[in-house]
T-cell receptor
Framework: EAQVTQNPRYLITVTGKKLTVTCSQN?????MSWYRQDPGLGLRQIYY???????DKGDVPEGYKVSRKEKRNFPLILESPSPNQTSLYFC??????????????FGAGSRLTVL | SQQGEEDPQALSIQEGENATMNCSYK?????LQWYRQNSGRGLVHLIL?????REKHSGRLRVTLDTSKKSSSLLITASRAADTASYFC?????????????FGKGITLSVRP
């Protein structure tokens, strides 16, 4: 089944304790992206990757890192989490349909709480 | 930065009625997409309309695009309780390398049985 898999789905951690949210897709998509979703703010892009070893900042990259060493994986790293990073995180990957557009397939989400 | 702005923010209708949701955006686009999100779940792509298209249909969905007004509408006909969800429009900029899919804040649709 074509899917984007995120882990963990739920995590409670404490300020300053490094964590990694993994993301893997099995659709051979070149494009991958991380979003965070907060009430009243919708989805905001954190980082995206156009291909292996190619990453770029989205709208809210502060406090996050990413890497793209393999096509299928795009982990999101919080080096020193803070309470304002408490959020629902989504990983997504994209194909290029007939129009050349990135139609995204989303993971189920990772709910992170930073105390 | 949010490109698409959906309207209304919330919509409540009776099963069987049509639901119309609107999206406005600020800069020229390559294409506009609509996604649905069931509570707490990942978004699911519904339909894409390119900047040179005016209308597209997919099942009970109808999307229109008016580039002169920088707006789009999503119509769900004969709504069902299962259509209850949040709906997001997302835009890809005209000059972008298809890298920047920017989402609006979403519309919460409630369909009463």
């Amino acid at each position: 089944e074509a899917q984007v898999t995120q882990n963990p789905r739920y995590l409670i951690t404490v300020t300053g304790k490094k964590l990694t949210v993994t993301c893997s897709q099995n659709m051979n998509h070149e494009y991958m992206s991380w979003y965070r979703q907060d009430p009243g703010l919708g989805l905001r892009q954190i980082y995206y990757s156009m291909n292996v070893e190619v990453t770029d900042k989205g709208d809210v990259p502060e406090g996050y890192k990413v890497s793209r060493k393999e096509k299928r994986n795009f982990p999101l790293i919080l080096e020193s989490p803070s309470p304002n990073q408490t959020s629902l995180y989504f990983c997504a990957s994209g194909n290029r349909g007939p129009s050349g557009a990135n139609v995204l397939t989303f993971g189920a989400g990772s709910r992170l709480t930073v105390l | 930065s949010q490109q698409g702005e959906e309207d209304p923010q919330a919509l409540s209708i009776q099963e069987g009625e049509n639901a119309t949701m609107n999206c406005s955006y600020k800069t020229s686009i390559n294409n506009l997409q609509w996604y649905r999100q069931n509570s707490g779940r990942g978004l699911v792509h519904l339909i894409l309309i390119r900047s040179n298209e005016r209308e597209k249909h997919s099942g009970r969905l109808r999307v229109t695009l008016d580039t002169s007004k920088k707006s789009s509408s999503l119509l769900i006909t004969a709504s069902r309780a299962a259509d209850t969800a949040s709906y997001f429009c997302a835009t890809v900029p005209f000059t972008g390398a298809n890298s920047k899919l920017t989402f609006g804040k979403g519309i919460t649709l409630s369909v009463r049985p």
